[in-house]
């Protein structure tokens, strides 16, 4: 047996890896942060034409023209910003931007700073390039708190991550969240980097604020999103970057390394998505707020539950008051055929906390929560 490197040691010892890999028969799956929704046809049609039109070569290490214009034509349609095709790289989904930027910026010793809890790739990722990942506390509903925030920040803070929709929390920074967030990236010479992967999936009269939009930060912010959630595309494993034109041509050096170019059709049918109908989008989301709606009547009707409200994405990230760990709670609910996510995948201030997704049919949601109830009663 070949000895295992340290990297992999490391990432086989998260959390985040070790979720089972088999699922039993007749489980409710409400742990998968994926749409139920088919890739619309429109777009899946753009990924037939260019195969049929031989677009199925190596393409720029940038990402296709066709798709870097459709983004930046998607910028100026939902936040009113200018950008160019030198300011967006193209890559094999979110993941392999998160790992191009910590790639191309961190060295052993760097500091990143991470919201707690927080989506989990981001610190495996940066442990992955020899980063050291140091956890802020949020604040009970998710909230950052910016007390706690400027003192963990030193000179060896090279980046912020923070996701906006949260993952896991489905929080919506507020607006002078981000502008305070982008003051602090200036004041203390770091990159800001927000992950926007959920902001076309907001619900109510909540309002997002794009780092894009804050122009004095432009220098030292990078705008990440993926085609995944909103075009119901996890399968396509296309994302994208968007920022200053020196910083893409700093980290398309890893990106290409790493994958030479993305996948040309998918890249184009990622085009027809982004610069396309949009209806399709607004369709899925109005059917995602119903869901949440059923969502919240339904885990405010468990005793023992604290459910904090979802703002945007599709998720829940309600806190207990069992006696059980985090893991040892989502141990529990697999034995009752639920599947959910452990609070602490997402940082050590996820602890009593479980994720749930609600991207999937009424039907999974209202017979999985009845068992989730039932399963929570016998604990009490």
């Known amino acids: 047996m070949f000895v295992l490197s340290d990297r992999v040691k490391m990432l086989a010892g998260s959390e985040r890896s ?5 699922i039993p028969k007749g489980a409710i ?3 998968m942060g994926e749409p139920d929704f088919p890739t619309p046809a429109h777009i899946q049609e753009a990924a ?9 070569h190596y393409g720029s290490a940038y990402g296709e023209m066709a798709l870097r214009e459709a983004i930046c034509t998607s910028l100026k349609r939902d936040f009113g910003v200018e950008r160019k095709p030198e300011n967006v790289l193209i890559t094999s989904g979110g993941i392999a931007g998160i790992h191009t930027i910590c790639a191309t910026y961190l060295n052993a010793g760097d500091e990143v700073v991470l919201p707690d809890p927080e989506y989990s790739a981001y610190a495996d990722s940066v442990s992955l390039f020899g980063g050291t990942p140091i956890f802020v506390p949020l604040k009970d509903d998710f909230h950052i708190d ?23 929390t489905g929080r919506v920074l507020y607006e002078d969240e981000v502008r305070r967030l982008a003051r602090l990236a200036v004041e203390k ?6 992950d926007e992967t959920y902001h076309r999936l907001i619900y109510s009269s909540t309002k997002l604020l794009s780092v894009c939009q804050i122009e004095e930060v ?7 999103n993926s085609f995944s959630k909103t075009y119901a595309m996890t399968g396509w494993r296309v994302g994208y970057i968007v920022a200053d034109e ?14 030479i170019c993305p996948n040309v059709p998918a890249q184009m049918a990622c085009a027809a998505a982004a610069a396309g109908p949009q209806d399709c989008v607004e369709a899925m989301r109005r059917e995602y707020e119903k869901r949440k709606i059923l969502v919240t009547q339904k885990l405010n009707e468990i005793q023992g539950l604290t459910t904090p409200p979802c703002d945007g994405a599709f998720y829940f990230f309600p806190r207990y008051e069992h006696a059980l760990t985090s893991q040892k709670m989502r141990e529990y609910l697999f034995t009752k055929g639920i599947l959910v996510r452990s609070g602490t995948e997402f940082g050590a201030g996820g602890e009593k906390h479980f994720r749930i997704c609600f991207a999937t049919s009424t039907e999974t949601l209202e017979k999985g929560l009845t068992r989730l109830k039932q399963a929570l009663d016998e604990l009490t």
């Open 246 to 259: 020196p910083l893409i041509k700093q980290m398309v050096t890893f990106h290409k390394t790493m994958t």
């Open 29 to 31: 799956r409400l742990e």
């Open 189 to 194: 010479d770091f990159l800001l980097v927000v």
């Open 146 to 168: 910016f007390s706690l925030l400027e003192k963990s920040i030193s000179k060896k803070t090279r980046i912020l991550f923070v996701s906006s929709p949260g993952n896991p």
């Open 218 to 224: 432009k220098d030292r912010s990078i705008l990440l």
């Open 18 to 22: 070790q979720r089972p890999m088999v």
């Open 48 to 56: 037939a034409r260019a195969m049929r039109d031989n677009h199925t």
